[in-house]
């Protein structure tokens, strides 16, 4: 590091983030400290004295593009001398040696349990001249005040409902990432909700790697929904993620009562077979799981089921495949989320040979893709002609004369209209539909 550059240099930052909706919400808080430090935000890497990477390692592609775009910043002090590299978030809580043998340019090394400290840990880096590393104990729990989180959105809000998983799918890294279960105390979500809808927000998301397992002082998950309904000015309450083992009749029908709550469910399902599903130590069959979704299905007709998948988990069979392959076909999700099973040290299923071979692991993924696609096209395209109640983000890319905006399900819609519909809910007749666009117009 080089210690002879003056604090007063350290006054822009920039945070590139990959994973999750946690570490999208982790950076808001990250650069809401960095705000009440006097720092501005500045769109690229290039003109930041501060750059963080939040990281993701849930696949290896992910750690991958992390490190990558880490490494390719070692050049940057030429050009801006006395610039400080933060490595934050998932990579950082699960090793920091990793780290620092691929960036060891890095001047602070900062995992998920230490986050809240960013702005204290900065003054140090930026006092001592040494390298910062603060990764604490995963199980420690973390309780972030929301006061100084800078927002991505202006019409919606990520709120935390609970903290860590204690699944441990025998795939998955997360836990020991994000470390055990704790659900926020119900009034302190509540009193967010409330201060994000005095400040112009209009929709909530509730986030949690298994949003539906809350539990707070006899509360649970359907309480919470029903507490943040009644909160007045609020239009919007999304969920993310819903474990499939979670969803009792009582969940099920307070998403369809509660007028605020969004018709749409993400249930990643990850295989279709019984085998495999009890390898990957998910806790429901096939059969488990289309029953669930007929219980959804009958509660909120036209709900939205998007799902994950994985493919080529190790053994899994041709046979295993197909019923994964046929579940698709049965579930009919709006969308799904596919991806090739990436061994991932410190998991259980990466003490077992990662027998499928890429290749395979692509035919695989793709057959699933395809036809997917498929039948996320035949479900929008049969909303053509209906309307749909449409909550306006913003101008849409293309051109300035369009709205873009999102159903009850999630989905995105194009049409025309104006920047003053921007935060509204307004009716849409649907004219046209691809896989994951709805196009129509407005009234
Ligand atoms: N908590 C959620 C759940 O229980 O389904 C998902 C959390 S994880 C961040 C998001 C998705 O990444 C998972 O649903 C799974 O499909 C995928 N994933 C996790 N570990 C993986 C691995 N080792 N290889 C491939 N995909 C993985
Ligand atoms: Fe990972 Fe499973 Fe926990 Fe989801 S439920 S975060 S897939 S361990
Ligand atoms: Fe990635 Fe961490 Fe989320 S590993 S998916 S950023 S919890």
Not at 243 to 256: G, Q, R
Not at 394 to 404: A, I, P
Request: net charge neutral.
């Amino acid at each position: 590091m080089d210690k002879s550059t003056p604090t007063i240099q350290r006054r822009t930052y920039h945070i590139v983030t990959y994973g999750c909706q946690m570490n999208d919400n982790d950076s808001e808080i990250m650069s809401g400290i960095l705000d009440a430090r006097g720092l501005t935000r500045v769109a690229t890497e290039q003109e930041a004295d501060l750059v963080l990477v939040n990281t993701c390692v849930v696949r290896e592609g992910a750690e991958e593009r992390a490190v990558g775009r880490l490494a390719g910043m070692s050049t940057d002090r030429k050009t801006r001398p006395g610039k400080l590299i933060g490595v934050t978030g998932c990579l950082a809580q699960r090793d920091g040696d990793t780290v620092l043998k691929a960036v060891p340019h890095a001047d602070l090394v900062v995992g998920t349990r230490d986050l809240f400290r960013l702005g204290e840990l900065l003054d140090q880096a930026i006092t001592t001249g040494e390298r910062v590393i603060a990764i604490g104990d995963v199980d420690k729990p973390v309780f972030l005040r929301d006061e100084t989180v800078h927002r991505k959105h202006d019409i919606k809000a990520l709120v935390t409902a609970m903290y860590g998983c204690n699944n441990f799918c025998t795939f998955c890294i997360v836990p020991k990432t994000r470390g055990r279960e704790v659900s926020r105390p119900l009034p302190e979500i509540v009193d967010e909700v409330r201060r994000l809808v005095r400040m112009g927000y209009v929709e909530v998301q509730l986030l949690g790697q298994n949003v539906n397992s809350y539990r707070w002082n006899g509360a649970d998950f359907s309480d919470l929904l029903e507490a943040v309904n009644a909160v007045d000015g609020l239009r919007r309450i999304r969920f993310i993620t819903s474990h499939p083992k979670d969803c009792p009749d009582k969940l099920l029908d307070a998403v369809a009562q509660l007028d605020k709550v969004c018709d749409s469910f993400h249930l990643p399902v990850q295989a279709g077979s019984n085998r495999v599903l009890r390898r990957m130590k998910r806790f429901y069959t096939k059969d488990d799981y289309l029953d669930l979704l007929a219980r959804v299905r009958s509660r909120i007709p036209g709900a939205a089921i998007t799902t994950d998948l994985i493919l080529g988990f190790p053994d899994e069979t041709e046979e295993d495949f197909e019923a994964t392959y046929d579940l698709l076909n049965q579930a009919r999700w709006d969308s799904a989320f596919a991806f090739m099973y990436s061994p991932r040290e410190g998991t259980k299923a990466a003490t077992w040979r990662d027998s499928i071979p890429d290749e395979q692991k692509k035919h695989r993924l793709q057959r699933c893709l395809g036809r997917q696609e498929v039948i996320s096209a035949e479900i929008n395209q049969a909303l053509i002609g209906s309307s749909v109640e449409v909550l306006v983000e913003g101008v849409s890319k293309r051109s300035e004369l369009e709205m873009v905006g999102r159903t009850t399900g999630d989905k995105s819609v194009v049409f025309a209209g104006i920047p003053e519909m921007i935060g509204q809910l307004v009716q849409v007749r649907v004219t046209d539909a691809h896989a994951h666009t709805l196009f129509g117009a407005a009234g």
